[in-house]
């Protein structure tokens, strides 16, 4: 019997709870906005979860339990997607078992991303499935049906958010629980999981028939539809910019994509036919209006100012006009700041005094590049601060070379810091190089996320911790050093300049938890304390 309960649930939300329903045996990912509540709330609902190092390291996890013939779930940001493509590639040549369903949760305006990718076109490079929902509810109904097209055509599947559809709370009205009904275990499949290129070469071609199944099967898939409307104006659109289309033109008849790769070409063909003019609404790349106009269909594009940044109603209204007139600028906000006590401050302060080459790296941190600092001079990447320092340093002039500094948040460097200290240890700059771990005991920018190096999983449970200085030193960085910056702003300046001084490498980290998450640090640590006293005292002997 179909439910009738009414949930109000933004669609990071809706997609924990179908995967909840779904049976997820494991989700995996790496915080990154707007993703990161799905897997907290998924936890919180009692769905198995865990952060991983990076994006990477989760869908290989997440290809292990698919392998076991568990469904799974990766959440990321779209930028993540680009860490995890290696085995995102293969994967889809790779007959899974369990279904698997990729979150890429973009960014359209940059709201907090260093890039604006459409990863659209990750499905298309990469082979793959991609759904797209364009409210909560079918961020739910989506979520269920991507883990059984993954498990109808053993292919991985992305499922593609953007900011609007995560963050926005529309109702939902789940359905009964769909979990799969494979019990965990494993097969062998040389030939089907380990790609050789003996085994690629026809993997390849499979997954080009199994794309060609699965368009076939998405023109009558019931996951696109048509809102019927006046047939002088048709619009084709997918994800939030089907809201914006059908409220920007109430009276259009509006083809809104769910499945949006491979596309239902016939389906598209019958509606562009059927309409006096068609114009296709899409927020990001002209991709959607490219692979239609190849195929020689009579549609229209927006122009090209429309391409950045995300869409809205009154932006789609002037696309539908042809408006190309310069748009009302966009009010100004108050420009984000390094918090009030962060220990960051005084590291940022140092670094300006000693008119350091900042290579910077992705992270609250990052804010360092802003008044009244203004002490970073590079930022790519996750983990690129280091690389980035060391290629300066290899081609300054020694006393340019001497200013540069990495730097690089304690999340970020296990997330893929640890390859840059390598290739510091291997390739050392005859000036040395100097690396600044800014330690504040969490992912401080998504919103206070575990890492390995807090000690603490992703329910803030205790769990194994990652010993910075043993690994540093372990790698062959034989000059390493903690200061709280704040306890001693003197000594953390004292040690910075002393270690830009030397031809040696070094590592130095400051360490003080991050302000906002210090009180539930505490308490976390005070539980744990108590936890083992009552263990201990239980265990003792009664005289």
Known sequence: MASTERLLLSGNEAVALASLHAGVRLGTGYPGTPSTEILEAFSLIGGPAQWSPNEKVALEVALGVSFAGGRTLVTMKHVGVNVAADPLFTAAYIDLTGGLVLISADDPGMASSQNEQDNRHYARAAIVPMLEPSDSQEAYDFTLAAFELSERWRVPVILRMTTRICHAK???????????????????????????????RPAHHKVRAKMEEIARWNEESGLNRIYPGDKSLGIIASGISVMHAREAAPDATVLALGLTWPLPMQMITDFVNSVDRCIVIEEGDHLLYEALTVAGLKVEGKPEMYRFSELNVTRVRRIIAGDVSPEAPRPRGKPPELCQGCSHREVFEALSRLDCIVAGDI??????VLPPFEAMDTCVCMGA???VGLGLRHVLPEAEARRVVSVIGDSTFVHSGLTGIAEMVYNPPPTGHVVLIVDNSTTAMTGRQEHPGTGRSLNHEPTNKMDFVAVCKAMGVKNVEVVDPQKDEAKFEEILKDMMARDELSVLIAERPCILAAPLIRKLEKAEAEKHCAAGCAAAPVE
């Open 385 to 387: 601060a280091i690389g």
């Open 363 to 368: 992270g609250c941190y990052t804010l360092g």
């Open 170 to 200: 529309t109702e939902v009205i789940p359905g009964e629980p769909r979990p799969s009904t494979m019990a965990p275990h494993f097969e062998r499949d040389i030939p089907g999981r380990v790609m050789i290129p003996a085994y690629a």
